[in-house]
């Protein structure tokens, strides 16, 4: 069965600095990847995902994330990080082959950025 | 503005009651999810409905019903049998059954707390 990893639980970093949030996907073949982001005490938020196409994905507040098959990975970057983006960022990703009605979700990963 | 409405924002239920929490969307969704989420494990999904008068188990279902007579409303019943219910629910929905391709659109939440 798919399934989601996300190496890091808590990412702390400075304001103005750059930050990646890793992700990783247990199958290659025919995948769709999403990064979400949840404010506290609310839902989330798509911030970008990834159908088809090129592998370096653009979404909003300043985030990007890139699709590499071969490692199956699609890490999450911001090249400046600011306060307002602490939350919480969730990977996902939907099996074509097994579930593409569903979208599996990783544990999350905590950004507190540091003034 | 188009969007999904989740009720109440927080929700008390003493042992053994059975309490519904409600999820209404003016979007248009064909189909509708519910999710729990819980510290430190991401999302599981409960139950999922694409289209109405049909649904279907997620991984973690027992415990819980729903129904879907109207294409808006998707509510989640948590029953006496589900053990440890205190958890963060959240509804979703996407504009087909195959919501990877366009991915979700999040309710806020309720929060349910067992005392």
């Known amino acids: 069965a798919q399934s989601v990893t996300q190496l890091d639980s808590q990412v702390p970093v400075f304001e103005e600095a750059p930050v990646e949030l890793r992700c990783n996907y247990s199958?290659?073949?025919?995948?769709?990847l999403f990064w979400y982001v949840q404010y506290p005490n609310q839902g989330l938020q798509l911030l970008l995902k990834?159908?088809?196409?090129?592998?370096l994905v653009k979404g909003i507040n300043g985030f990007e994330a890139e699709f590499n098959k071969s490692q199956t990975s699609f890490h999450l970057r911001k090249p400046s990080v600011h306060i307002s983006d602490t939350a919480e960022y969730f990977c996902?990703?939907?099996?074509?082959?097994?579930?593409?009605?569903?979208?599996?979700f990783g544990p999350g990963t905590s950004l507190s950025v540091i003034p | 503005d188009g969007g999904i409405t989740q009720s109440p924002k927080y929700l008390f239920r003493k042992e053994g009651q059975n309490v519904t929490l409600s999820c209404e969307q003016n979007?248009?969704?064909?189909?509708m999810y519910w999710y729990r989420q819980d510290p430190g494990q991401g999302l599981r999904l409960i139950y999922y409905?694409?289209?109405?008068?049909?649904?279907q188990k997620g991984d973690i279902a027992e415990g819980y019903s729903v129904s879907r007579e109207k294409k808006e409303s998707f509510p989640l019943t948590v029953t006496s049998a589900q053990k440890n219910p205190t958890a963060f629910y959240l509804c979703?929905?996407?504009?087909?059954?195959?919501?990877?391709?366009?991915?979700?659109?999040f309710g806020s939440g309720t929060r349910l707390t067992v005392v």
């Open positions: 199958s290659s073949v025919s995948v769709y």
């Open positions: 979703a929905s996407s504009p087909d059954g195959a919501g990877a391709n366009y991915g979700y659109t």
């Open positions: 996902a990703v939907s099996d074509l082959r097994t579930s593409y009605d569903k979208v599996i």
């Open positions: 979007l248009n969704h064909d189909a």
């Open positions: 990834y159908l088809s196409g090129s592998t």
């Open positions: 409905s694409q289209i109405v008068n049909d649904f």
